[in-house]
């Protein structure tokens, strides 16, 4: 058996994580030098581009979205 090893890899989001925006479930991290923010998928893309230029990382989780098979209105 090998050494046990730590996940370093960041936390995944939960239904308690809402977007800042507009209170939806959030699937998108992002860490900023001042703190962090959080976004549902549709925000997240809206504002992709900002976030790109002061972001120091993304955590996108949006694949999950495929996943639960839950249509979203627009
Ligand atoms: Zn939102």
Redesign the pocket.
């Known amino acids: 058996m090998g050494p046990v090893t730590t996940a370093t890899e960041a936390p995944t989001m939960t239904a308690q994580d809402r ?6 479930q959030a699937y998108v991290r992002v860490q900023l030098e001042a703190g962090e923010l959080l ?2 998928a ?2 997240a893309r809206r504002h992709s581009e900002a976030l790109q230029k002061v972001a120091t990382d993304i955590h996108d989780e949006t694949e999950r979205l495929h996943a639960e098979e839950r249509p979203t209105e627009d």
Request: net charge negative.
């Open positions: 977007c800042d925006a507009c209170g939806a976004f549902c549709h925000h």
